[in-house]
């Protein structure tokens, strides 16, 4: 069983890499490298977080905005992932992990602790949602608007927000105002920064 273990983290290694080092190499060449069959067939395989990276890194989906295949590379990698971490967990972890993490968090902060993790939960659905939103405005720009997100990212949810952000390669820029401005900081360092200091305050709490 271990050598199965062993033999599938190392294939998934392998995949990732070159999941990776294609979509890379398809954004920095002015005209199509590979076909398009290749960001659908990669992450299908296996390599869905080498797709997440390199579309968050590089925007790769962006420049395949060229193509009718847009939309089907945005929502790919991430829609593979979260389906491939589920089934990994529903194998080889406990059918019961779930509710053994619900306790632990219940027993390591309380209801404070729950609270937290069902605000990060919905952070993470909400920021996946404003990410689509684009891909049916204009009425999809109303589907998940600032005056519930911010404030959802603010008081907790960032781990969530943050997570969704890199899996989803959710990124916003706009520059109409100070509002605009402050909501683009928010959305991209903003998160990085309000995580690192909710985990300190998480980090006082508990000693």
Same mark, same amino acid.
């Given at each position: !069983?271990?050598?199965?273990?062993?033999?599938?983290?190392?294939?998934?290694?392998?995949?990732?890499?070159?999941?990776? #080092?294609?979509?890379?190499? +398809?954004?920095?060449? /002015?005209?199509?490298?590979?076909?398009?069959?290749?960001?659908?067939?990669?992450?299908?395989? =296996?390599?869905?977080?080498?797709?997440?990276?390199?579309?968050?890194?590089?925007?790769? +989906?962006?420049? +395949?905005?060229?193509? %009718?295949?847009?939309?089907?590379?945005?929502?790919?990698? /991430?829609?593979?992932?979260?389906?491939?971490?589920?089934?990994?967990? %529903?194998?080889?972890?406990?059918?019961?992990?779930?509710?053994?993490?619900?306790?632990?968090?219940?027993?390591?902060? =309380?209801?404070? =602790?729950?609270?937290?993790?069902?605000?990060?939960?919905? %952070?993470?659905?909400?920021?996946?949602?404003? &990410?689509?939103?684009?891909? #049916?405005?204009?009425? =999809?720009?109303?589907?998940? /608007?600032?005056? #519930?997100?911010? /404030?959802?990212?603010?008081?907790?949810?960032?781990?969530?927000?943050?997570?969704?952000?890199?899996?989803?390669?959710? &990124? +916003?820029?706009?520059?109409?105002?100070?509002?605009?401005?402050?909501?683009?900081?928010?959305?991209?360092?903003? !998160?990085?920064?309000?995580?690192?200091?909710?985990?300190?305050?998480?980090?006082? !709490?508990?000693?």
């Amino acid at each position: !069983m271990e050598l199965v273990l062993y033999a599938f983290i190392f294939y998934l290694l392998i995949i990732n890499l070159i999941t990776l #080092i294609v979509y890379f190499k +398809e954004i920095n060449t /002015p005209s199509p490298r590979f076909s398009p069959i290749f960001f659908i067939v990669l992450p299908l395989l =296996g390599g869905s977080i080498g797709a997440i990276l390199a579309n968050y890194i590089k925007d790769v +989906e962006h420049k +395949e905005l060229r193509a %009718s295949i847009a939309k089907i590379v945005a929502f790919l990698p /991430p829609v593979i992932f979260i389906t491939q971490i589920l089934i990994i967990i %529903s194998i080889f972890c406990n059918h019961n992990l779930c509710l053994n993490i619900l306790n632990y968090i219940n027993l390591k902060f =309380g209801l404070i =602790g729950l609270i937290l993790l069902a605000i990060n939960i919905f %952070s993470f659905v909400f920021i996946a949602i404003r &990410k689509y939103a684009y891909y #049916i405005a204009p009425i =999809g720009n109303n589907l998940i /608007p600032d005056y #519930i997100l911010t /404030p959802v990212i603010l008081l907790g949810g960032a781990t969530g927000a943050l997570a969704a952000k890199i899996i989803f390669n959710f &990124k +916003e820029d706009w520059s109409c105002n100070t509002s605009m401005k402050f909501q683009n900081f928010l959305y991209n360092k903003g !998160m990085y920064v309000i995580f690192i200091l909710q985990i300190i305050i998480f980090y006082i !709490m508990e000693v």
